[in-house]
């Protein structure tokens, strides 16, 4: 009765353990999604407005400034939330989720894990299409407009440089097609949307 009850201890110890720390686990990846969830609502602006610029029926100097600063804005900036997962995957490995008793808590753990995982899936997905955006914006966009970063990481855009582009090619794009910039908003609508 005595080991018994020794090892149905040390098995609410470990329980307890593994909870505890599934509980760090748990606000440390509510701060990341708490982070990241602010550069996640910048770029959907950003797409937004992207959008609405192209389907305008001409376009300003400034409309032209804000198609360059949103489409690069969409491709530079990269939202991606890393997950904890090393109480999860002790769980897992070392099958402790015998340890815990109460099912429903162990229901909840595999939820959040199997939306986790969901959640890379999309990832994989945005990858797909951002790949695509980028491919729209190589047929448009004068990239070497935007020479580099400056000291505080934001990127540069050379005016200028886009203004001489102009005067020698007549267009401040690669395409004077409307059609071509309205597949490039579907791609930026899928993603961004």
């Known amino acids: 009765m005595a080991e018994y009850y020794l090892e149905y201890r040390a098995e609410r110890h470990k329980e307890h353990d ?8 748990l606000k440390t990846d ?13 770029l959907n602006t950003a797409g937004n407005k992207l959008v609405k610029e192209i389907y305008k029926p001409t376009w300003e100097s400034t409309d032209i400034d804000s198609i360059y600063m949103h489409s690069i ?9 890393r997950f904890s997962s090393g109480t999860a995957d002790q769980l897992r490995n070392a099958g402790g989720y015998r340890l815990i008793q109460n099912d429903e808590i ?18 994989s997905s945005i990858l797909v299409h951002w790949a695509d955006i980028h491919r729209m914006q190589d047929k448009i966009l004068h990239l070497n407009v935007f020479p580099g970063l400056d000291k505080k990481g934001n990127v540069i855009y050379d005016r200028k440089f886009l203004t001489q582009i102009e005067s020698q090619t007549g267009s401040a794009f690669l395409s004077k097609d409307k059609n071509t910039f309205y597949e490039y908003s579907n791609y930026v609508n899928v993603v961004f949307g």
Do not use: H, N, P
Request: hydrophobic content about 40%; cysteine-free; aromatic content about 6%.
């Open 18 to 25: 593994y909870l505890t720390s599934m509980m760090v686990d």
């Open 30 to 42: 509510l701060a990341e999604m708490k982070a990241r969830d602010s550069g996640m609502v910048q």
């Open 73 to 81: 804005k969409i491709v530079t900036q990269f939202v991606q939330v």
């Open 106 to 123: 162990v229901r909840k753990i595999s939820d959040y894990e199997k939306g986790k995982v969901e959640m890379e899936r999309q990832l």
